[in-house]
């Protein structure tokens, strides 16, 4: 009879559940990867996320101006700040547009094809800005952001579809990961080149907004050298030799027979089955929970209220008598926690697991945030409390980082087989970004009626997500995509055990 250690040796893609996952040296081209498709991809987010508050002055002083050149008058104050406003929301609306076509050009021209159309968009809207100034026109800048927001809306979804159908399941984790980590190295990136010393200057400012053609250029030109995703290549478009190719050159692993066998299962389930529509996820009630997955705790992490803290972090630190001059560099520090604390997850994630880094550090993001309301509310009894809220700023941040900020990313990529993918990120996006909207046009005016009590809404989320994720979500660490929907098929057919369907040859829809 043949043991374990012998059947190991003959069959070297074969491993034991408790060995060690296969040397990282190996996969290096993989990282690499990572790199190119971040540059291009989250790190765009988070870009766009952090800088647009450094040149504010800036862009209002030249819509009055051009408002004066074309109508003799200044702009009236409400309007001046309406067009503001407007410039920093349209970021939200153009990355919905993005978003719902992640479900459509991935899927027609493939992943690699999408992301190369999606630079050259960044690559406009980077003209636009930098050009905008000499025609006067401060509708460029309107524009400009809109077609950024659409860059980072289909980036981002496509971003993480490339990671998750590219990587081993023993690094999965870690690789969809990464797109949180370019997210901090954005922020931080664009609070550092927004400071008056660098970029921030009166005379700067349009090349400051232009930035993101920069990063756009380098992944369209570095991209071209990197495979199309072999899950695509194998599933979708059934060529089984040029997946083969693209797990070698990614992977530098001859015996592929695990990785392959797992993705003819997937190709069976899905033969002659068309890619799913929104209204396919939507409805069906294969994928009911995994749905639920997807949008309660993963794309709904922007009414975790991280976003509100940034925006009220300012406030604390007025109140802590930071001078003003200074609250910028501070800021910087908040967004370098984030990226620290995205930093550690990812070497958490594939060791702890999903579940729990996300779970647990929901609840702890409530217990956190339940205590800055109380400080927040005593804050005049005592000269120290100002500086206790802004060591509690920096907790949520850093709980933040471990936990939901790297998880949401990494676990949707764990969600749905081949057909369902694009569709599912179409739904992902239309929450987070219109989820990002609301709070950022809403927030204003909760903090104005409910003062520091506006952080109640937020751990009511951050507790409910918690439960969910701890008492009803599966752990995917480690398994295989159809592993993972049959886990979730317990869930969705609870009390019909009769009635599971295999959720790749006939859906009922």
């Known amino acids: 009879m043949l043991d374990l250690s012998s ?199 349009p090349y400051l907004l232009a930035i993101s053609g920069v990063p756009a250029a380098l992944q369209f030109v570095t991209l071209l050298f990197f495979p199309e995703t072999p899950r695509y290549l194998y599933i979708d478009k059934g060529d089984a030799d040029g997946s083969r190719k ?82 910028h560099y501070l800021a910087i520090g908040i967004g370098a926690t984030e990226l620290i604390a995205i930093t550690l997850c990812s070497f958490l994630i594939d060791r702890a697991g999903r579940k729990k880094l996300m779970g647990y550090g929901y609840l702890l993001m409530g217990v956190t945030m339940c205590l800055l309301t109380v400080m927040l509310s005593i804050k005049d009894l005592s000269p120290h409390i100002p500086y206790v809220n802004i060591a509690l700023i920096f907790c949520v941040i850093c709980i933040y980082g471990l936990g939901p900020s790297g998880v949401s990313m990494a676990l949707p990529a764990d969600l749905f087989l081949q057909a369902w993918r694009p569709s599912a990120y179409v739904i992902s996006g239309t929450v987070n970004w219109l989820g990002m909207f609301l709070v950022g046009m809403l927030f204003g005016y909760v903090v104005e009626g409910l003062g520091q009590f506006c952080f109640l809404i937020f751990v009511a989320y951050s507790f409910s997500s918690a439960a969910f994720m701890l008492y009803f979500v599966p752990e995917t660490k480690g398994k295989t995509m159809v592993e993972i929907m049959d886990d979730f098929n317990k869930l969705n057919y609870k009390n019909r055990e009769s009635d599971i369907e295999s959720t790749g040859i006939s859906t009922k829809l």
């Open 7 to 205: 059947f190991c040796s003959l069959h070297p893609g074969s491993q034991h559940p408790n060995m060690e996952p296969p040397s990282s040296k190996k996969h290096w081209r993989l990282y690499l990867m990572s790199v190119v498709l971040g540059i291009g991809g989250s790190f765009q987010y988070g870009i766009q996320v952090s800088l647009i508050a450094s040149p504010a002055v800036h862009v209002r002083s030249f819509v009055n101006y051009t408002w004066m050149l074309r109508y003799g008058s200044p702009v009236d104050e409400s309007a001046n700040q309406l067009i503001w406003s407007f410039i920093v929301a349209v970021l939200s609306l153009g990355a919905w547009a993005g978003a719902v076509h992640s479900g459509s050009l991935p899927v027609t021209y493939g992943r690699k094809k999408a992301l190369l159309i999606n630079n050259v968009v960044a690559m406009a809207a980077a003209l636009l800005m930098v050009f905008s100034r000499t025609a006067n026109s401060f509708e460029m800048i309107l524009l400009g952001r809109f077609l950024y927001g659409y860059n980072v809306g289909l980036g981002l979804s496509v971003h993480l579809m490339y990671l998750g159908e590219s990587s081993p399941k023993e690094l999965r984790g870690f690789m969809t990961l990464t797109s949180s980590i370019f997210i901090g190295l954005g922020k931080v990136t664009g609070q550092i080149i927004g400071i008056k010393e660098i970029m921030g200057s009166e005379e700067m400012w």
């Open 246 to 327: 693209a797990l070698q050159w990614l992977w530098q692993e001859d015996n592929l027979k695990l990785e392959l066998d797992d993705m003819q299962k997937e190709r069976e389930r899905a033969l002659g089955e068309k890619a799913k529509t929104v209204k396919d996820v939507l409805t069906s009630r294969c994928v009911r929970w995994q749905l639920l997955t997807l949008t309660i705790p993963c794309a709904g992490v922007q009414f975790c209220g991280i976003n509100a803290l940034y925006f009220y972090a300012f406030d604390i630190f007025r109140e802590s008598g930071v001078p003003e001059n200074q609250m």
